[in-house]
């Protein structure tokens, strides 16, 4: 059988994704194999084909991967399954581990990282990281959830406590992750003030539960964000931007408040003044993506209604070098996908 993937055979520019045939996977012991009905396009994506991340080349990208099971070495799934893929597969043994930091196991394997994603027609994942996705939610919409969903429910309700009476500022609020946080925060009760770069995301993202959202190519987004909080500032900053706003990030975040931190789209190195910011006990926190039991907690929650993920677009498998261009400009808001 003739497989198609994209295949990353060196770092570089979008264009060093290459549409070809690939030696047809086969699943191991306690795997199975998935026919990928769509796989999420995330920004650590971009990361490792740009070879910030490095893998074992060559590689098949692809952290999200939602689809039908073909065959499976275990008897809890069977062909025609409809299952969405955990991407994360801990040890379950080393101390991180034993103490449930799941995030920080040592040895964990990682779809479209350590292992070949899902950037492809067929995948293989280890069958203890399948979900079955509920019949109300369709395969686009699953794929659209592991990462950007479980990364923003990790950083605002387990780091973060997010909850009633608090605020919060979503930075990169068109981003994966800032509708996912976007749609948490407002679903857990808290306010939420959505931060975009283009006039067109602003009404999608009061769509996605935001209660004010801040063009900040129009307007000062501190002073916006005190105007809102009667000069005191969020409780939570939802970080993503790194060095284009990070010293802004502090300055809308409250006394006590804390600034949590899951990506740097533009830029590593940061520098603020700290003298401020101990003073006010303030907080910044590393975060990424969740853990499996938190994906059960969000596609049930997708299942009821309560959240539902934002599908900017769809490719083609072909197309991914396309895709990644759309995420590197800016230019979506919500979920980029591929379609084989
Ligand atoms: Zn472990």
């Known amino acids: 059988m003739v497989v198609k993937a994209v295949v990353l055979e060196r770092y570089g520019p979008p264009e060093v994704l290459e549409y070809r045939d690939v ?51 275990v008897p809890q799934f069977k062909r025609g399954d409809r299952v969405v893929v955990f991407p994360d597969m801990p040890c379950g043994r080393c101390k991180q581990c034993l103490t449930g930091r799941f995030m920080l196991c040592r040895n964990s394997s990682r779809l479209g990282s350590t292992r070949w994603g899902g950037y492809a027609e067929l995948v293989t994942a280890p069958a203890a990281t399948l979900v079955p996705v ?23 309700i387990t780091d973060t406590g997010v909850g009633p009476g608090m605020r919060v500022l979503v930075v990169g609020a068109s981003s994966g992750v800032g509708v996912a946080a976007t749609q948490i925060a407002s ?13 067109w995301k602003v009404e999608k993202a009061y769509k996605a539960g935001a209660s004010l959202v801040v ?24 970080e993503m931007a790194g060095a284009a706003f990070w010293e802004k990030a502090l300055q809308c975040l ?6 949590v931190t899951v ?15 101990f003073r006010k006990y303030q907080k910044i926190i590393g975060s990424g993506v969740g853990t499996q039991a938190e994906f059960l907690k969000i596609i049930d929650l997708v299942s009821k209604g309560r959240l539902r993920p934002f599908i900017d677009k769809v490719f083609s498998l072909k197309e991914a070098s396309e895709a990644h261009k ?5 230019e979506h808001f919500g979920k980029i996908l591929l379609k084989p």
């Open 134 to 156: 509920p019949g109300d939610v369709s395969l686009e919409e699953a794929a659209a959830l592991p990462v950007n969903y479980t990364t923003a429910w990790h950083a605002l």
């Open 187 to 199: 679903l857990s009760g808290a306010e939420v003030i959505a931060m975009v770069g283009d006039e």
């Open 23 to 73: 030696v047809d996977p086969v699943p191991a012991e306690g795997e199975a194999l998935v026919k990928v009905a769509a796989a999420g396009v995330n920004r650590v994506d971009v990361w490792i084909r740009t070879g910030k991340y490095q893998v074992k080349l060559p590689h098949v990208l692809g952290v999200d991967v939602a689809g039908e099971v073909l065959s499976s070495t």
């Open 215 to 238: 063009n900040r190519t129009k307007k000062d987004v501190v002073e916006e964000v005190m105007k809102a909080t009667d000069g005191e500032g969020v409780d939570v900053v939802l």
């Open 263 to 277: 990506g740097a789209t533009v830029g590593d190195q940061v520098s603020f003044n700290v003298r401020p910011f």
């Open 326 to 330: 759309r995420l590197e400009a800016g």
């Open 254 to 259: 409250a006394p006590g408040g804390t600034l």
